[in-house]
């Protein structure tokens, strides 16, 4: 059995379990045409892409139940999750109203969320045509989000999920260690993205995010900072140059950035201020991660490494210190981050063992460019380990 | 200046010109982490994903507004399709107010729709977030569905897309010319699939839709007929073979379908119930064709072609003749379709000049396997071009 039948099958026997402790008695993940707005619970409940309305329906009863179209049954009878899968052929309306009329849930899961993109893959139009569909059989007032379900679902990662993730983080680092070889003056931003690319195109992978900022690398002061395309601008001694990457393996992905210093003629050190700053982001993660724990609030973390930044001198980064990492490089709904607007609540859910987070602090060192250092920690039943190799000395090159 | 930044201006251009003629004032895509569930309309707005909360605002008057999380706004600005890319650090609330404030709309459309997937784009909670900003500067009872402009900015085909399309079919073409070299008894549906790939690969191209099912690949009867994974089944003598292909070009797809026969010993051509099957199919579509012109529904050239087939004693297939092709292999809102419940009223929307179409009639030849072709064409001012070079023989093997 290969790993995604593996994977539908641990995770949809985790939802039941979850759902109990939720006190809802079902959770229905309604889609169609996943292949253009897909909600993101589905990498769980099928093994590719659906075409026409679907519903996953899994009960707190244990049943678990999908209707599909016809074309779609069989793939998904073949993960061996369900005990049932009906495919329709002219609609999904009266199938899906029979089997909720047998089931009649009291409170029925959907996935939406305002906090959390993670758990909001229902579009509102097919909200309305579930809304509509319950209506006709008196179900409609029993709605709820399914936040905590999916949010679970997802965080609490199970054995398989952590060795697929240690796998694209292993290879993340060797294809690290390849381009701080391959970094030298002269070479420019998208020279240095291309050849990391290449790295992986020999292995076969895919990069966790889009290949257009994947990796994304930034040379010397004034660049776009972050999210943006690397360009032709050139690696050049007394610059620093940083880089933000991740692979997808199994379906799992790594995010981690990593910063390099390119010696001046007479250097055998980076200059004091450039020490200070990368010291100083080490000693930020470091600190970040020690103070991990279940329990604890994510915006407390957050906070410790913000307050190191601006104790040292800088100005504190316009982002959070770290998210989830899984099926996306961006996952899950518990956030290390500061009291947002943007963030809404997830800066105040709490840790739980089997989080996977990065911790990315970032600061500005003038004239010569961004240190950035993001690891991958796992949240454990005391505390936090690193996943990642963590970057402590800064990467000389020349 | 790339395509992608060409073809961003030339949309949001058009879509000026398309909301004048719905009545509404203005267009708000709102989405977020558009990696994880993002709004199929953000390839015509914007360059790449977008991370935080994130509106495009695209006013009847002529007004180009975004407003982006900052490190999502370098790269929109360059587009060079908006007057203002506004980047925030905290949260999209209140520059998304004032910005609402100043414009005034009567009517707003946005991005959700109980009939169109490619239209529906606006997850739920998204909704409720958009809702609850709106309702605080009172324009909450001024939203409505935005299918109108979504569905003509994607069917309106200009001719850089239409260009970018016929790139795609050539492509496919060429690997259909290539693998019907390859094809032999013995060689097993992943084999076959597999080859496909390593020539799209040679080229750098992606798959249409998940590799998974692109190519699929089925052989003989008993198949899971479409939408799965390429089995270990082999091509066997006096079996009929047929695949579902597409690839992306410049992000526009192509997506055909082709049929083989293998011949057993001593055959120099097809079974007269094998022949019957393709000249029906090729019947089918040809008719269907002819009888496209704008203005007419799509549900009437799906009878065309239905009403052929099930008139030459097979049963009617158990989709649609025929869907839109664009940014994704299934796109736009009208359809070539039947009546049915799962396509709501898509097949009763008329056809357009511009509109690309699919035409994938199929039926199943007892004890031998499925007849399927797809080919593609474009509406005209009168009538309907083919963009696919048609099947009109049946590919021998052996």
């Known amino acids: 059995m290969d790993i995604t039948n593996i994977l539908i099958k641990e995770k949809t026997e985790q939802a039941v379990k979850i759902l109990r402790e939720t ?52 793939a998904i009878e073949d993960t061996g999750a369900y005990e049932a899968v009906e495919g329709y052929v002219t609609g999904i309306k009266e199938p899906l109203q029979k089997f909720l009329q047998q089931l009649q849930p009291r409170k029925i899961g959907l996935n939406y969320s305002r906090t959390s993109e993670i758990c909001d893959g229902l579009t509102y139009g097919m909200y309305l045509t579930l809304f509509d569909i319950l209506k006709e059989i008196g179900l409609e007032t029993r709605l709820e989000s399914a936040e905590k379900i999916v949010s679970a679902l997802r965080e609490r990662k199970s054995p398989v ?72 601008r050139r690696a050049e001694p007394g610059h620093i140059l940083n880089m933000d990457f991740g692979v997808r393996v199994d379906g799992y992905c790594s995010d981690m950035q990593r910063t390099f ?3 001046s003629q007479g250097e055998s050190q980076a200059p004091p201020e450039v020490r200070h700053g990368f010291e100083t982001i080490v000693r930020a993660i470091e600190e970040a991660r020690a103070a991990m724990r279940p329990g604890i609030q994510g915006v407390k973390i957050d906070e410790v490494a913000r307050r190191i930044i601006t104790a040292a001198g800088y100005d504190q980064f316009p982002h959070a210190l770290g998210h989830q990492v899984g099926r996306f490089a961006h996952d899950g709904t518990a956030l290390l981050g500061p009291a947002w607007e943007k963030y809404a609540d997830k800066p105040f859910r709490t840790l739980e063992p089997g989080m996977v987070f990065t911790l990315e602090p970032r600061l500005t060192v003038p004239e010569r460019g961004v240190v950035t250092i993001e690891e991958m920690v796992v949240v454990t039943d005391s505390g936090a380990e690193y996943l990642s190799r963590p970057q402590k000395e800064l990467w000389l090159i020349g």
Chains 1, 2 share one sequence.
């Open 261 to 263: 210093y390119l010696l």
């Open 161 to 232: 999920e952590i060795q697929a993730i240690k796998r694209a983080i292993a290879t993340t680092e060797e294809i690290f260690e390849r381009v701080r070889l391959f970094i030298s003056p002269g070479k420019s931003e998208k020279e240095i993205a291309q050849f990391m690319l290449d790295e992986l195109k020999k292995k076969g992978l895919q990069t966790a995010w889009g290949q257009s900022t994947c990796p994304a690398v930034f040379t010397g002061p004034d660049t776009a900072q972050a999210h943006y395309s690397p360009t032709d």
């Open 23 to 74: 006190g809802l008695d079902c959770w229905i993940t309604f889609t169609r045409e996943s292949e253009i707005c897909g909600d993101p619970s589905l990498v769980f409940l099928a093994p590719g892409q659906v075409t026409w309305h679907s519903a996953f329906i899994i009960a707190a009863s244990g049943q678990k139940r999908a209707i599909v179209g016809l074309y779609d049954k069989k």
